[in-house]
């Protein structure tokens, strides 16, 4: 069954059940419904293959995600926290014409794009034309229903095409394998992020269930960040949700609150993790505080989820079996992975209707079937003496401890490995640091431990283009904006 579908049976059925939920507004299944219509027919009349939604995450977010569907209109997310030049290559690249938006100012000051406001219908989105002289139309694979663009790791990100099928499958897949029957989820993550947008949205839909959508504001988010840990629990606490989606950094802030005091919901049954490497400790403490925790794995070259740990088949330390639909095979330590995955990518030909997707990241199966992931190829760590170390490793060792928010660890052709360490707290001490990278440090081989360290001076950021958008670090720009401390940490002594 397709969401829409499912959508529309549900409108029919249980036509007041309710299908999106803030404080301020509810819209039952019926009232989606009729909106995504509504809208539909407006967005089909405006004849264009594609249209761009730069939005914060709200209701009015997922009537439009579900009307391009019912008008057969592709529809590219352009995340918020996307740079000016960034919107700008993502519209060039993508050709667009139209771009629905609640911020029509921002695009309006931006060189080159948006000619004028042409109206502002009922979705409460303003509609804008873009200016896209001498760009030819963009090619795209048939069936390209959504446009998603990778993290941004660069001001030129790459536009990964999926059609309705590919999604469906996957989303489908979830609502199988987590087993929740109409399920409360609060979106924590923006919409326009893939793995929100199918786990968060398609699959409650497609299992009857509610979505919470407050804006990225209300919980808490400034850009790309979470500004402020109190709003975000108020926030968790006063929806009471069964469901809900985190990134290990996200993860790592409820634990040190539940640690000091939180208190859990106890309407939550499934919180699932991914975007990045997980250390085995801070999921059993997680578990330990009442956190119904469960890591993931997937990206968007194969409509996001790969794998997941579920109640009834987890593995601690893996990152759970692969979905139904999905065949995983390791080649030469590398993930590949086939089933369900994307068209191709935007304007490459070339990569059109891939039978397998090769993840990058490395990895193994244990004996019961559970998928491991050990690091990124590309960010492998050759040291001087020619030990192999995928940095992802070492560094979600050190940050299963609540008293650090973020870590990177450097070395390749070096010595040995050091590390920049965030507190997350100002009062965190450098003895306190110190104590805990030598309690790590034990646990690890000689080769993969951390020698010196530096407390940097304010967190890596996204904006100063230090970390994509779900919070990995940019390896090489940290490398080369720290270039200086980072040597001096190699002609002083190591600890």
């Not at 919180?271 to 059993?284: F, S, W, Y």
């Not at 390791?330 to 992975?337: F, K, T």
């Not at 019961?368 to 492998?380: A, E, M, T």
């Not at 003895?431 to 020698?451: C, E, F, M, R």
Request: charged letters at 15%.
């Amino acid at each position: 069954m397709t969401v829409l579908s499912a959508v529309q049976k549900q409108a029919k059925q249980t036509p007041d059940q309710l299908a999106l939920h803030t404080c301020e507004q509810d819209l039952s299944y019926r009232q989606l419904y009729q909106q995504v219509v509504q809208l539909g027919g407006q967005l089909q009349r405006l004849q264009a293959p594609v249209i761009g939604l730069l939005a914060d995450n709200s209701q009015q977010w997922v009537v439009t995600d579900l009307a391009c569907r019912h008008a057969v209109v592709g529809l590219l997310p352009i995340p918020t926290f996307f740079s000016s030049q960034q919107i700008q290559h993502t519209v060039l690249s993508a050709g667009l014409s139209y771009i629905l938006t609640d911020d029509p100012y921002r695009l309006l000051n931006t060189p080159v794009i948006c000619a004028c406001k042409l109206s502002q219908n009922r979705s409460q989105l303003t509609l804008l034309q873009c200016q896209t002289p001498n760009t030819k139309p963009a090619d795209t694979p048939t069936g390209t229903s959504k446009i998603t663009f990778t993290s941004g790791s660069t001001g030129r990100p790459k536009g990964v095409c999926l059609d309705n099928t590919q999604q469906d499958l996957v989303a489908q897949a979830l609502v199988d394998a987590i087993g929740l029957h109409a399920p409360r989820h609060l979106c924590l993550l923006p919409m326009s992020t893939l793995l929100e947008n199918l786990a968060g949205i398609y699959a409650p839909l497609l299992a009857g269930g509610t979505i919470i959508t407050p804006t990225l504001t209300e919980l808490g988010y400034q850009g790309s960040s979470l500004a402020s840990l109190p709003q975000l629990l108020s926030t968790i606490s006063r929806y009471q949700p069964q469901s809900m989606i985190l990134i290990p950094q996200l993860l790592l802030a409820l634990v040190a609150a539940t640690a000091q005091g939180w208190q859990v919901p106890e309407s939550l049954q499934f919180i699932a993790v991914g975007g990045g490497k997980v250390a085995p400790a801070l999921l059993h403490q997680a578990r330990t505080l009442g956190l119904p925790v469960f890591e993931g794995y997937g990206l968007s070259e194969c409509a996001s989820v790969v794998s997941l740990n579920t109640a009834s088949a987890q593995q601690a330390g893996s990152i759970g079996k692969p979905l139904a639909g999905r065949e995983v095979t390791i080649v030469d330590g590398e993930i590949i992975i086939k089933g369900a995955t994307f068209s191709g990518y935007l304007n490459d030909p070339d990569s059109w209707h891939p039978t397998q997707v090769a993840s990058g990241d490395l990895g193994y199966f244990d004996d019961q079937g559970f998928l491991h992931i050990s690091g990124r190829k590309k960010n492998l760590i050759v040291s001087s003496y020619g030990r192999n170390i995928s940095p992802e490793w070492v560094e979600s060792e050190v940050l299963a401890s609540p008293l650090l928010e973020q870590c990177v660890v450097l070395g390749d052709a070096r010595p040995y490995c050091v590390a920049l360490l965030w507190p997350r707290e100002s009062t965190t001490t450098d003895q306190q640091i110190s104590h805990w990278i030598k309690q790590v440090n034990t646990a690890l081989p000689d080769y993969a431990q951390i020698k010196n360290w530096h407390r940097l001076d304010e967190p890596l950021h996204h904006e100063q283009g230090l970390l994509t958008s779900n919070g990995r670090p940019k390896r090489a720009a940290i490398q080369r904006n720290f270039a200086a401390t980072i040597e001096q940490y190699y002609t002083r002594k190591a600890v």
